[in-house]
């Protein structure tokens, strides 16, 4: 009896740490969609500066996504926050909002993927 208690309190955890990884996944993807819509609003606003910021902090959300758990739209959308981040240093907003116009689109795709 011990021992399938055991195996049930096992089976629960692990569960337990199953939904708990998703539910972060799902809130980094988030933050990221959010931080990206940010910097195209920004962007609109002709403010590089903001854009980059923006970028920056999806970024980071869309990498902690990657760690926990690989999708190629969350490679790509990495690499167009890249873009927004550089034109933006460069003063370019228009392009910088580009870039991260793209960045959603592939966060959205990532999204629909899982």
Known sequence: MRRLMMTGFLAALLSAAAVSTAQAEEDHKSEAMKHATAALESAKAGDAAAVGEHAKAAKDHAEAALKERANP??????KNL????????AGDASTAGDDAHAAM????AAEKSF
């Open 73 to 78: 739209h969350l490679d790509a959308a990495i």
């Open 82 to 89: 890249n873009l927004a981040i550089e034109h933006s240093e």
């Open 105 to 108: 689109t592939h966060l959205k």
